[in-house]
């Protein structure tokens, strides 16, 4: 949630941290704002509405010159999107800048504190909070100030600061929420995100909670929060700046929805050596894995719906208690967690805020936490015991897809490798699985060329406003991302059902026309599925059925419309399942005129509770 970039350098810094700010815009976008410091002192431009509006005030960037300062792109909590609300938030001699993700828990308090002694305020931002603070601590040395301020505020933040009294420094900070420095020859960033920077440098620097940072033109220094010198190692970051972008594709989530086979053939095949799961440098031995007795899957929103999927499979090959948490729940619950519990933690930012408190609790009650991560040294990647990443490479699009499928193909590697070690699958089932992993990504191209029917369906059925995807086991955990992506992009009111829990209550609300999408891809209960899809249409339900080639012709007799996936091995079919759901999602929410790549009130990465 928001977006920060801030640049120290020999260039104009306005057009800088405007590019910074478009690739960061996914993470909030009802506001923005930049602060520059040049030869006319600071300066402040910020306005409500996404980042052109800014833009267009600014004349590109143009209007404000200056060599070093600070962006943001919001994503409201405290205060309603509005100009003053936007950041940065300045201090009031506006002296001191900052811009801020996260939220300052106890800013009510430290606001009364510092209204007590005559400071005013003009926002409703938790934020302000913290640039008055600064103010009030500081005595000439802003790196000081934010020390002290440290030590006083609670909750989750990552700011850049700037302060006009002291032109050549940017402060960085941050404490669970992402922040990285990126570091040029003649220039240094700090940004939310590496998207934000790639184009002029690779060289980052992860900051860890509870550091800080002083950026010049020349130099970074890092320390802990008693402000002592601390070294810093230094990634080179692999991907091109081409990932970032949109490549000629209206929008990020269909090129990203493109780009899965590719992801998976980088996720999968270099983990396949010889017909074997390989996981190079895996922190889990052997004899741990055979003593694992209860596997949990903490994650939220899609990456959870991998978790459920995953239960399906690794229950399957493992013969082991698989439990699938929401991590928002998990730390609340009081989870019966010990040394033998893996707690597999899916995330594709790696920063979800809620992951990450479950994580920790994991950890707190003795879990072992094996974590899939998309974003390389995210939080969650070094807090982890074990990390698996996904390297779907960057993803955009607020609605995740590539990184579904690549989560979920891990997962898969991790049950072979497992079931390999436990000894709960034949050499042959394994050798099968293996096969099939391997083909996965042409058996998705094949999937991809059948655009054109999935737009057809999209033209059927976009004006309707409510929308049931029905189905079993696998079928319905696939179901529930289905339904996910259909409303969070298109704004249709759509649920998941068990297909047999219809009958308990929701059967009451299909009516004449109601949209259901049918899934029956899962081979075994197909002719469940089968008696559902005449189940629903006996009450009036329009069903777009989704099924493999080889029950095409039987569904084809009862469903109003159908779309085919290739066969593959059971496990994998949701890999397969989940691409038409995508690409119907994507063609409804365009054919609804809907912002794709940012639907409203959401954004990429949630770093708050
Ligand atoms: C939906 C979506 C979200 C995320 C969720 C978790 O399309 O992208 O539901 O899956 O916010 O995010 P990560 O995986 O970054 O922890």
Redesign the pocket.
């Known amino acids: 949630m928001c977006g920060i970039v801030g640049y120290v350098g020999n260039q104009e810094a306005a057009p800088i941290l405007l590019d910074g700010l478009a690739r960061l815009e996914y993470r909030g976008y009802d506001s923005a704002g930049v602060a520059v410091f040049g030869n006319s002192g600071l300066k402040v431009a910020k306005a409500k509405g996404r980042l052109r509006v800014l833009s267009d005030q600014i004349q590109e960037g143009r209007a404000i010159q200056g060599q070093l300062g600070i962006g943001h792109t919001r994503w409201a909590t405290h205060g309603a999107p509005s100009d003053v609300n936007s950041h940065p938030q300045v201090s009031q001699s506006g002296k001191i800048a900052v811009v801020h993700n996260g939220i300052i828990e106890n800013y009510a308090q430290l606001k009364e504190f510092l209204v007590g002694h005559g400071v005013p305020f003009t926002s409703e931002t938790d934020t302000e909070v913290v640039a008055q603070m600064i103010e009030y601590f500081y005595d000439g040395d802003i790196l000081k100030a934010v020390g002290r301020v440290l030590h006083r505020i609670e909750g989750a933040y990552a700011l850049g600061i700037v302060c006009s009294d002291e032109p050549d420094r940017l402060i960085a900070v941050r404490k669970d929420s992402p922040l990285i420095l990126g570091l040029g020859e003649d220039f240094n960033f700090l940004a939310s995100d590496v998207t934000a920077i790639i184009k002029h440098t690779r060289d980052v620097i992860y900051m860890e909670d509870g550091e800080l940072a002083e950026l010049t033109q020349t130099g970074v220094r890092c320390y802990n929060n008693l402000l002592e010198s601390v070294e810093k190692e230094v990634f080179h970051v692999d991907w091109e700046i081409d990932a970032a972008e949109k490549g000629g594709y209206e929008h990020f989530m269909f090129k990203e929805i493109m780009e899965q086979p590719e992801a998976l053939r980088r996720t999968v095949f270099p983990r396949i050596k010889d017909g074997e799961v390989i996981f190079e440098d895996f922190g889990l031995d052997d004899d741990y894995i055979r003593q694992i007795n209860k596997i949990y899957i903490v994650?939220?929103?899609?990456?959870y719906h991998v978790g459920m999927v995953g239960k399906y499979n690794l229950e399957q090959l493992l013969r082991l208690p698989v439990e699938v948490a929401l991590a928002s729940e998990f730390r609340y619950m009081e989870p019966i967690v010990d040394e033998r519990t893996l707690v597999v933690v899916?995330?594709?930012?790696?920063?979800?805020l809620d992951?990450m408190a479950a994580l920790r609790e994991a950890k707190r009650l003795g879990g072992k936490i094996l974590s899939i991560v998309n974003v390389v040294g995210s939080s969650i990647a070094r807090e982890s015991d074990v990390v698996l990443y996904t390297w779907a490479g960057p993803e955009i699009a607020?609605?995740?897809t590539k990184?579904y499928s690549t989560q979920l193909a891990v997962v898969d590697l991790l049950g072979l490798y497992f079931a390999r070690r436990r000894e709960t699958m034949t050499e042959e089932r394994y050798g099968q699985v293996i096969q099939e992993l391997l083909l996965l990504p042409s058996k998705l191209e094949q999937v991809l060329e059948s655009t054109q029917d999935i737009q057809y369906y999209a033209s059927q059925y976009f004006n309707h406003d409510s929308v049931f995807f029905i189905g079993r086991n696998m079928d319905y955990a696939l179901g529930l991302e289905g339904s996910?992506?259909l409303k969070?992009i298109s704004y249709i009111h759509s649920e998941a059902y068990a297909s047999g829990e219809l009958k308990h209550g929701t059967i009451s609300l299909i009516e004449d026309g109601t949209l259901v999408v049918a899934l029956a891809t899962y081979d075994k209960l197909f002719d469940k599925a089968m008696s559902n899809v005449v189940e629903v249409k006996s009450r009036g339900a329009d069903v777009l059925a989704l099924t493999t080639k080889n029950h095409a012709e039987e569904m084809g007799k009862t469903a109003n419309g159908m779309i085919t996936i290739p066969t593959t091995d059971e496990l994998l079919l949701p890999s397969l399942g989940v691409v038409p759901l995508q690409l119907l999602s994507y063609y409804i929410a365009l054919m609804r005129g809907c912002d794709i790549d940012k639907p409203r009130n959401l954004a990429k990465?949630?770093t708050v509770e």
């Open positions: 994650a939220c929103g899609s990456s899916i995330s594709q930012s790696g920063e979800t992951t607020v609605a995740t990184a996910l992506k969070e990465s949630v």
